[in-house]
Structure formats: C-alpha cells, structure tokens
C-alpha cells in the first residue's frame, strides 16, 4: 500500500496513526473492527475454556456442599468438558497472537497515560494481557506434563482463571462504547476502508478461522474418536500404551514395584472391617462396564472394565448408604495417593473395584493389582493400586 491520496487520509484515524502516536500504521487491519471481530472469536474460546475449567475443578476438589450433587450421569460428562476444556485453550492461542498483533500500535502512543480513564484502561490491558499469556502457556505445558515451575498448577491455574475473568470484564467495561461502535459491520462509528484494505481484512479473519480450525482438528483427535487419524500435535495417541491405554502415571514413577505387591490384600475398613486376597476378589461376583478413563491433559479413551462393584464391598462391610470413602492407594507420594469419593459415586452399580481392563489382568502401569474406575470422574480420582478403602 502507498501513503499517497485516501490511503494516507484514512492512516491518520487509525489506533496507531493518529495525534500522539509515536508510530505511524497505515494497515486497515489495525482498526478497531478488525480488533473487534478477533476479540468476539477470542472471548467466545476463553468463555468457553473458563466454565469447563471451572467444571474440573469442581471435580477434582468438590466444595462441601456440592460434593454429594456431582453429576454421575452421562458417563461421558467429564471426557466432553475436558475435551472442550482443552480444545478450546489450544484455540484461543492463534486468536490471542491475531488479537495482539491487531492491537499494538495503541501500545505506541505519547503521553502513556492520558487521565484516569485511560490510566484504568491501560491498566486492565496489562493484567489481561498478562495474565492470559501465562494462563494459556500453563495450561499448553500441562498438556504436555513439563512443570518448569515450583508451585502447585492446578491452584494457580484456577486462582489466575479469575484473575483474569476479573480483568476481562474491567476491560470490557472500559472499552464498551468503542466495541458497541464496531461491534456490526456497518455500525455508526465503523471506519469505512478502502476496498483493498477491506479485502485485506477478509483475507486475515479467514486465515484466522483456518488457523483455529486447524489446530482444533489435529489435536483434538485424543478426545474426539473420528478426528483420531488426524492428530499430530497432541501429546498422546489414545491407542498407544500398555492394554492400548496411554498411561499418565506409571508404576515406576510412583514407586510401585511388582516386590511391593507381595502379599497384597484389599483392605475395607468399616463397622465390619475385613481383608481380600486378588484370588479371593476373583471369586467375588465379576462386573463389566464400559466407561471413559478421562485425563485433565485432555485425552480421553473408552475402555471395557472388569471387576467387583464397589457398593457390594461395602455392603460386606456394613458401610451405612450415605457414607463418603477414602480410597488409599500403594504409591509413595504424590497429590493424589489419597482420594475421597462422595456416596453417589461409591453406590453407583457401575462404580467398580477394575482387576480387568478389556479382557486382561490390569498392567502394573494401569494398577494392577485393583483400581477403582467410576462415571463422570477425572482420570486422577480414578486411583491405582488400591490397596485400603476407608470409611469417612
């Protein structure tokens, strides 16, 4: 583009061309309707990513007095939210990077702050912009299950969710009459551009799609069974591992050895306590289910379970109907060696003691010899190596 006749008249009502700008733009693909149409795409996929993150955290740590309302039905529901969960963060990545770029020159003007109204937008830009880049690179190096930080990601993960919702809407706020103005095509305010700039400004909001499309389709593939061929960027093939599984934790990594499954006995602790071999688990009535193993990295895979339902062995046990469980597992460590499990879960007739995973004896990396597998659950709440189940 030249700087000659319209084009250079235009360039000084751009965000970064006009009074005080310390940067002259003359893109169209700069203006406030380009930035606007991105910002929809964008807050749709952060909206989207915000609730059905707030839906695992739910979960993984129930508030006290939602813990006995968690849904256990469909028993697909945690494999659909965290799918969408994780789908929706890999996209706003592409439509983040658009969004910024579409937005910088306003970084370039002078005066950096022109009263309190432009002090408090700038402000909100900084937190939002911020946090969003750290909560996006969190959640992507999770997927990929490298921690190169000291502290707990799923608190912060959620803590910075609402530092940045917060941030969001404070910046919404701010910025309503210039979206309202853009928000439409042809609204009152919208900056008619040059045919060629326009042109340029469909060229960029169709790339835009194609890039979240394309990204979507080849990662997406660890949830979304159809898509499966297809994946490339995800972490995981869900056919690859031990029993075709793919294995989040394996027994080596949280100290399980076969030595240390000598002498192994389920151990019930209840008004009528008592102790399982494997052998005698095994002449216990065998229940099948189909049910999703669901990680929070966002594979997710149905598989054919088998195994003594759990409710049964706690009616062995006398345990009262309402009760809550603590479930032990043989690891040595980790956040989740220790799970509690809420009454409608524990007496659910598809709640399962596993000992059998599509027809074999479990793999020690899957939990031999016993896991519990249960509907609507996170796959960390689906504990191996079971080895005590505890009355609360």
Known sequence: MDGTGEHAENAGRQPGGGEGALVTFRAGLHDPRTATAVGRLLGAAMLLCFLTGLVSHVLQQPPGRLAGSLPVRPVWFYRLTQGVHVASGIAAIPLLLVKLWTVYPRLFVSPPIRGLRHGVERASIAVL?????????????????????????????????????????????????????????????????????????????????????????????????????????????????????????????????????????????????????????????????????????????????????????????????????????????????VMEMEPQYARDPLTLLALDLNGEALDLDHGRPARIIAPGRPGVLQTKWVHRIEVL
């Open 129 to 337: 912009v911020s946090a969003t880049l750290l909560q996006l690179t969190m959640g992507l190096l999770n997927i990929l299950q490298w921690y190169p930080w000291p502290f707990s990601f799923r608190q912060v993960h959620f803590a910075l969710a609402w530092v940045l919702t917060g941030s969001l809407l404070l910046h919404l706020a701010v910025k309503s009459p210039l979206i309202a103005a853009h928000w439409r095509r042809r609204g009152p305010g919208t900056l008619r551009l040059p045919e060629d700039e326009a042109a340029d400004r469909r060229a960029l909001l169709w790339s835009v799609g194609a890039a979240v499309g394309a990204v979507t389709v080849v990662s997406a593939g660890q949830t979304v069974t159809p898509l499966r061929s297809l994946t490339v960027l995800a972490p995981r093939q869900v056919d690859h591992g031990p029993q075709a599984l793919p294995v989040t934790k394996t027994a080596a990594e949280a100290k399980v050895s076969e030595r240390a499954l000598r002498g192994w006995q389920l151990q019930v602790a209840g008004p009528r306590p008592y102790a399982l071999t494997l052998e005698q688990l095994r002449r216990l009535p065998q229940h099948h289910a189909e049910l999703p193993i669901a990680c929070v990295e966002g594979w997710s895979k149905m598989a054919r379970w088998s195994g003594v339902r759990l409710r049964e062995l706690l009616e062995r046990a006398e345990v009262p109907e309402h009760a809550s469980l603590r479930v032990v597992s043989l690891q040595l460590g980790g956040a989740y060696r």
